[in-house]
């Protein structure tokens, strides 16, 4: 039987992704060692799911709660972790009740199926890049430093904000040059 990578994430509204993609220009051309996020694949992840037959996949399909509907609003860019390091550069979600009252449901439901519950807190993020290279220990050198001086410039600046009507259930596919995405289900909020 053929596994596949699940996760349940949330398109962006065209507009947020729009002004999300004209702000990271100057990031994208700092040089830095990156692997940028395709155009197509930038979305906002609620829950990785992990690897799944497809009786499973049904079974998550199918477990997947609606909730209610709620305003999302996207703003200002970040990076994990914090000090010199860059693994995940970031657009911002502004806290939501509802968004983490979806993110609380999602879990409830898929439990049961043993899926296991995330042990560090939620922090919604749009993931943007995701750093190649680690600063060598004792190098002044930061391969990232046009990034972080762009970081401190780049304010609050508000992306979009829209009501979320629905999420959805994706699978990905890894290859060498990219991961691909695939809607398994959209489930609809209320």
């Known amino acids: 039987m053929k596994e596949m990578r699940l996760f349940t994430g949330i398109a962006l ?9 004209e702000a990271l220009r100057p990031f994208r051309r700092a040089g830095a060692p990156m692997r940028w996020t395709e155009e197509d694949n930038i979305h ?19 477990a997947l709660p609606a ?13 994990f972790p914090a000090g010199d390091a860059l693994r995940v550069f970031w657009a911002g979600v502004e806290e939501n009740p509802g968004l983490a009252a979806l993110f609380a ?47 401190r ?18 699978s990905s596919r890894l290859t060498r040059e990219r991961p691909f995405y695939s809607v398994l289900k959209e489930i609809a909020l209320v």
Do not use: C, M, N, S
């Open 13 to 21: 509204a065209e507009e947020a992704k729009a002004r999300i993609l």
């Open 44 to 62: 906002l992840t609620l829950k990785f799911i992990g690897e799944a037959g497809e009786t499973q996949a049904q079974r998550i399909a199918a």
């Open 67 to 79: 909730a209610a509907r709620f305003r999302l609003r996207l703003r200002g860019f970040g990076k």
């Open 105 to 151: 449901a999602i879990e409830d439901a898929l439990e049961p199926l043993g899926v296991a519950r995330e042990e560090r807190p939620f922090h919604p993020h749009v993931t943007l890049g995701r750093g190649k290279a680690l600063p060598p220990r004792g190098q002044d050198a930061w391969p990232f430093k046009g990034i972080a001086a762009r970081l």
């Open 153 to 170: 410039d780049a304010g609050e600046t508000l992306f979009g904000e829209w009501e979320v009507d629905r999420y959805r259930l994706y």
